[in-house]
């Protein structure tokens, strides 16, 4: 039997074995658990996709320069969901590790690091959007109708970004100790009052002025002052193991911010290259014209909502990892990592087929708004995405879940630096305006990634290097 042997904290851990690369875990509780959590976050997921995603149909039935100049400022708001996300992570791996140790007294203080490090960029996204919306959505588009539509939704949404960071931040904290529950009622809760308030702010329906763009950017305004609300009622009558105050968010051990920049800079770094990157995508298709724009805003929603398990199955495999890790179980890592690979796949493949066969009746759903040419578009774009979300659904989660939830929030960076501007944006760019190719080809070439980078990744998993104890060793349970 071939084997190499890792040590962690001590103990050492066999990386490689004949045996160990088809061995699986077997208790049907660990399949059960597991997928109710994975479900659970991407219901989590699919709610909150869903408030843009009820924007673009809504509008798209309104008219299509006003759901492609949301889809532009919505590239904006990725890139703000992809830093919160950083930030929310570098808690979540804490935190879960800390939580497999049973020390939940270091959480609180990794929480307010959290919210300091989102709120700071928070307010200066809201500041650049402020300031400059015409600007910067002129580096988005060329086309003048759909940037004049975008500025108006620009200079309402701008006002949710402090609200939507410290709510996702906190429900991210929570997740880290196995409280998901409250993310999808909140989500749901925000995407119900999102869609009547649309219905009658956008339309003019039931008396309500027609205020096109501006009526779906006051609803969201109003869904997100909701979302707070309900997380701030839930963690001061419900949440009974962390026992958040303000006082315990605002007087924070300090020294935990060390811990929290050593874990969570590499995170950040990479979420913000990739909230960037996807602008700048956004960005080279947009200025191939309105067609163009509607139908990858079209297709982006739409993969974002059919592929939420995949990112569910992500995020709970980080928890299920770092707790096994802090819980000092590396022996179950084994069965563990090749049971949720195959899951990974299966769950891909599912997804990618998903979005094959609903791409038809999706775009009925516009009616008659769309252009010939951007329902062809459509259909071409979210051929491209069922392939490649198999490719997504194994890599990243592999990525993000197993390896970030390992302790080692550097790698995914290193790759995605690499990757993104490297290979992707330089060839996107060069088939889009030197070489003059379709815009099918334009798309491929900025979504490929997701299939090769399953070879690093795959390289990564079996060196074993990710599995990093984050946690202060004084603070580990005596033997």
């Known amino acids: 039997m071939l084997a190499k042997e890792t040590k962690i904290g001590g103990r050492k851990l066999i990386s490689a074995s004949v045996k160990g690369v088809f061995d699986m875990i077997k208790e049907k509780t660990f399949y059960k658990s597991f997928m109710v959590l994975a479900l659970s976050l991407a219901l989590q997921n699919l709610l909150t996709y869903g408030v843009n995603m009820m924007d673009t149909v809504m509008l798209g039935r309104y008219s299509q320069d006003a759901m492609g100049g949301v889809s532009l400022c919505n590239q904006v708001q990725y890139l703000l969901q992809m830093l919160v996300v950083g930030a929310g992570e570098g808690a979540v791996v804490l935190g879960s590790q800390y939580w497999g140790k049973g020390k939940l007294e270091p959480i609180p203080h990794i929480i307010g690091v959290a919210l300091r490090f989102g709120g700071a960029l928070a307010i200066i996204m809201f500041a650049i959007v402020l300031l400059f919306p015409t600007q910067l959505l002129s580096l988005l588009s060329n ?31 929570l997740r880290s100790i196995g409280i998901v529950t409250i993310g999808y009622i909140i989500s749901g809760s925000t995407l119900v009052i999102n869609v009547c308030l649309n219905y009658c702010l956008i339309y003019g329906n039931f008396g309500f002025p027609e205020l096109g763009v501006r009526g779906a950017a006051i609803a969201t305004l109003i869904s997100r002052c909701v979302e707070l609300l309900i997380v701030i009622y839930y963690l001061k009558y419900r949440e009974h193991k962390l026992n958040l105050t303000l006082k ?41 014209g309105g067609d163009v724009t509607a ?21 709970a495999s980080g928890i299920v990892v770092g707790r096994t ?50 329902y062809g578009l459509s259909m071409q774009f979210m051929l491209v995405l069922a392939i490649t979300t198999v490719g997504t659904s194994y890599q990243m989660a592999c990525d993000n879940g197993i390896i970030r939830g390992g302790g080692d929030t550097s790698f995914s960076a290193k790759m995605n630096l690499i990757s993104m501007w490297l290979i992707v944006v330089p060839f996107s760019a060069m088939a889009a305006f030197w070489w003059k190719c379709p815009p099918v080809v334009v798309f491929f ?9 399953a070879i690093p990744v795959v390289i990564r998993l079996r060196s074993w290097k990710w599995v990093k104890k984050v946690t202060r060793p004084e603070e580990a349970p005596s033997n």
Not at 263 to 278: E, R, T, Y
Not at 301 to 312: D, I
Not at 338 to 360: A, D, K, Y
Not at 446 to 451: G, I, S
Request: hydrophobic share 50%; glycine share 8%; proline share 3%.
């Open 248 to 288: 315990k968010l605002l007087h924070i051990d300090t020294s935990y911010i060390r811990d929290y920049t050593r874990v969570s800079s590499p995170v950040l770094i990479n979420q913000a290259l990739w909230g960037v990157a996807q602008m700048v995508q956004t960005g080279i298709l947009g200025h191939l």
């Open 445 to 453: 070439l900025l979504k490929w990634d997701q299939l090769y980078k």
């Open 325 to 374: 890790i802090g819980e000092g179980k590396e022996e179950r890592l084994h069965p563990l990592v090749n049971t949720l690979q195959v899951l990974f796949i299966s769950i891909g493949i599912c997804s990618g087929l998903l979005i094959f066969l609903l791409r038809e009746p999706i775009l009925m759903i516009f009616g008659g708004t769309l252009t010939d040419t951007a």
């Open 143 to 173: 086309d003048p109708a759909v940037i004049a539509e975008g500025a108006k939704y620009f200079q309402i949404i701008c006002f949710t970004y402090v609200i939507f960071t410290v709510t996702n931040i906190l429900v991210a904290s």
């Open 295 to 315: 139908a990858n805003a079209i297709a982006v929603q739409v993969y974002q909502v059919l592929s939420v398990v995949c990112y569910g199955a992500a995020s």
